[in-house]
């Protein structure tokens, strides 16, 4: 597949002026009594004991097949770096809008790097989405001309820096203990998912901006519905303000409670798609804060991490999948033709994105060569 098609002259942001970066901090928890999800957490610094990634394999288990998300702790990412990048974060969407259209989503290709735009409209209820967001790819060569915006560009050793460390310190090991608890070479996954090779990996900064209780009201009555995520894994960054919630294995929604110092981690729709359902894409979705938290602003920082682009969508070749019955015949041909997993990844961005207004999929299916996931989950 080819490279982003980008505008050249998207780089003379590098001789931009310093934006100066306002330090940010979490807000108070709620008060409120929520009904929070129990949630495993595996603890990263054990993962090089002896025997650690085993054990660590082991207690990921249930969370991975059974639940879909789970939080990981002592990664060895400092939090007063996790802090920065929020404030990075948090000050580019203080910018004018000017400055942010400067590079946008171009989601009629399926492209998910740049800025996104609370701009489209909830049906017809008069209220708009209250998300932006800007996504920001890794550095390797493939990616050199991707625009930046001036924020990104002062700030992008930093942010080169973290965004590498988030996948080696936390994706990349929680792929190793997936492939240990599919029987694989430890690898495996890592390499379907390599960093240095072209894939739609990105970092995001989000906002989810205040609304009123009323619009609040407007657009959950339009649609309260849950989604999995497009790639293969996600990671959530703690902060305070409450509102995403899980669906459980036994149907009811609860929220997840923030972890001081921790990643809430979740398995998203590719994953599902190289196991054959084994691993589990996790349904959730984002509701109206809690009173206490309603005229905060909920600020996101979140890593994304997509199959490579030579990594083709089918079943892996697991001996403990063999053995459930998970592999098809027809994933034993490795000469059938499959989607890619960024083929696949920007179908889905395209579908769901490229568009004004925000429909209802009640009822409905995203189908890409073969590849099916649910458009909406009551």
């Not at 004991?49 to 990664?75: C, M």
């Not at 990105?202 to 009201?217: A, F, G, K, P, S």
Request: charged fraction near 30%; aromatic fraction near 10%.
């Amino acid at each position: 597949m080819a490279p982003i098609a980008l505008d050249e002259t998207s780089q003379s942001q590098t001789t931009s002026p310093q934006v100066l970066v306002k330090p940010w901090s979490r807000p108070q928890e709620t008060k409120e009594p929520l009904d929070w999800a129990p949630l495993a957490t595996i603890d990263l610094s054990r993962f090089d004991e002896p025997g650690g990634k085993q054990e660590l394999a082991a207690q990921l288990y249930d969370a991975v097949t059974r639940v879909g998300f789970w939080v990981v702790t002592n990664t060895g990412i400092d939090d007063e770096r996790v802090l920065r990048q929020f404030s990075i974060g948090n000050t580019f969407f203080k910018e004018p809008l000017e400055e942010k259209r400067f590079f946008k989503c171009n989601f009629a290709e399926g492209e998910y790097f740049g800025y996104r735009e609370n701009e489209r409209w909830i049906g017809d209820t008069g209220v708009k989405e209250n998300i932006e967001m800007l996504n920001i790819h890794k550095d390797i060569p493939a990616h050199a001309n991707v625009p930046k915006h001036k924020i990104v560009q002062n700030n992008w050793d930093e942010i080169r820096a973290f965004h590498r460390d988030v996948f080696e310190k936390v994706a990349r090991k929680l792929f190793v203990l997936m492939s240990i608890i599919l029987e694989l070479p430890e690898d495996y996954l890592t390499n379907a998912h390599a960093y240095d090779e072209l894939s739609d990996d990105h970092l995001r900064y989000m906002i989810y901006n205040v609304r009123t209780q009323e619009e609040w009201d407007k657009a959950q009555a339009y649609s309260k519905g849950g989604h999995t995520d497009f790639g293969s894994l996600t990671l959530l960054f703690s902060q305070h303000v409450a509102g995403l919630q899980i669906r459980t294995p036994e149907g009811e929604w609860k929220y997840v409670k923030p972890v001081e110092g921790g990643i809430t981690c979740n398995a998203a729709d590719t994953l599902t798609f190289l196991t054959n359902g084994f691993i589990k894409s996790t349904i959730h979705r984002v509701v109206t804060p809690p009173k206490d938290q309603l005229n905060i602003n909920r600020l996101g920082l979140l890593y994304f991490s997509r199959p490579g682009d030579s990594t083709p969508m089918r079943t892996v070749p697991s001996p403990l999948l063999d053995r459930l019955g998970l592999i098809k015949e027809e994933d034993k041909d490795l000469t059938r033709p499959v989607p890619t997993g960024t083929e696949y990844v920007r179908a889905r961005v395209k579908d769901v994105h490229h568009k004004t207004v925000l429909d209802k999929r009640a009822g409905t299916q995203f189908e890409f060569k073969g590849l099916k996931v649910e458009n909406h989950y009551e």
